[in-house]
């Protein structure tokens, strides 16, 4: 693969759309997001710059400097560009993800998302929030259990300034992409059953599927992949 960001970006948008037209999908229906943890804001400016607009962050301190750096970078005239954070996030950092993010995927229990409304409101924003569900069941990921999603999507409803968008998983670790379908099935499967149970909830975002197994995900339904290594190269 080239090493340049605009032949990565155009690779990784070339495999999302043979993808979502095995599935009969429109490629434009999939959002990408660019997983930007450990790498350096020049890094992530140049993506920007060949036409990325979606970033991923995993750790608060990291993004707090980087965002910024990013900015300087790209100048006042930029295009603005949607920050995502997608990493297990601890409740007295939830002010920074309400202040510096336009959407968090990794909300995954109710006293999180208390913090992140009442920083929200402090800060005069409404935050986009997907639930994090955990369906592998192991200790070392984030997510609610399915049988706790209900409650939780109840809960983050209630949040006047909390926006529940749809769900995210990480499916447990595989031999090969085809062994993530159950889970990105599963995913689907349950926001499904969350909308059906409570009228009037839409949950249209499925976030689903990174650098290794993005096109089983967009079969399942993704509707945005979180895309780091396909893009940035390996981490050091």
């Known amino acids: 693969m080239a090493n340049d960001p605009t032949s990565r970006l155009a690779a990784v948008r070339e495999r999302i759309a043979r993808a979502a037209h095995r599935a009969g999908r429109e490629p434009e229906a999939i959002t990408l997001v660019a997983v930007a943890k ?90 986009d929030a997907l639930i994090q569900v955990n369906l592998s069941g192991e200790a070392q990921k984030g997510g609610v259990s399915p049988e706790a999603l209900a409650e939780l999507a109840a809960r983050v409803q209630g949040c006047a300034n909390l926006r529940l968008r749809g769900l995210m998983t990480v499916p447990a670790a595989g031999p090969d992409a085809e062994s993530s379908r159950p889970a990105f099935r599963a995913l689907r499967s349950a926001r499904d059953d969350l909308c059906a149970r409570a009228p009037g909830l839409t949950l249209p975002v499925l976030s689903m599927g990174m650098s290794a197994d993005l096109e089983v995900a967009i079969e399942e339904g993704a509707t945005l992949v979180r895309v780091g290594t396909a893009l940035f190269g390996s981490r050091d």
């Open 38 to 127: 450990r790498k350096a804001a020049e890094d992530v400016a140049a993506l920007a710059d060949a036409g990325a607009v979606h970033f991923g962050e995993n750790f608060v301190q990291e993004a707090r400097e980087k965002i910024p750096q990013v900015a300087r970078l790209r100048g006042a005239g930029a295009s603005p560009l949607c920050w995502h954070f997608v990493g297990r996030l601890q409740t007295n950092k939830a002010k920074w993800v309400a202040t510096l993010f336009d959407q968090i995927e990794s909300l995954d229990r109710p006293e999180l998302a208390d913090a992140l409304d009442r920083h929200a409101a402090q800060a005069g924003r409404v935050l």
